[in-house]
């Protein structure tokens, strides 16, 4: 059974720093892109980081220069370390891979998903 589970979310003040997990069993996603997405409440899910089988990696431009996404291919897991944090990046944040459906960059192109964490940063 293919599981991604994340972990790293809480409370954090304004300017602080996150780093947040995503561990994949079941099967190996070296050779797929990965990728973070998030939703606030009310809001729909949105496009944070994705990193490819290559390492190559793209960010929304709300997060470039504060979030980097990062892979380790021997423990099959992808991280992000959101630096600089604001009140408006509030949001479950979920692990997606596999964008076998379509852009990376949308939602309804991955197959498979972890259970989201948390982020709550207060200002």
């Known amino acids: 059974q293919v599981q991604l589970v994340e972990s790293g979310g809480g409370l954090v003040q304004a300017g602080g720093s996150l780093r947040l997990s995503c561990a994949a069993s079941?099967?190996?996603?070296?050779?797929?892109?990965m990728a973070w997405f998030r939703q606030a409440p009310g809001k729909e899910r949105e496009f944070v980081a994705s990193?490819?089988?290559?390492?190559?990696?793209d960010y929304a431009d709300s997060v470039k220069g504060r979030f980097t996404i990062s892979r380790d291919y021997a423990e099959n897991t992808v991280s992000l370390q959101m630096n600089s944090l604001k009140p408006e990046d509030t949001a479950v944040y979920y692990c997606?891979?596999?964008?076998?459906?379509?852009?990376?960059?949308?939602?309804?192109?991955?197959?498979?998903w972890g259970q989201g964490t948390q982020v709550t940063v207060s200002s």
């Open positions: 079941g099967r190996t996603f070296n050779s797929v892109t």
């Open positions: 990193i490819w089988w290559s390492g190559s990696t």
């Open positions: 997606a891979a596999d964008p076998r459906r379509g852009s990376r960059l949308s939602s309804s192109s991955y197959d498979y």
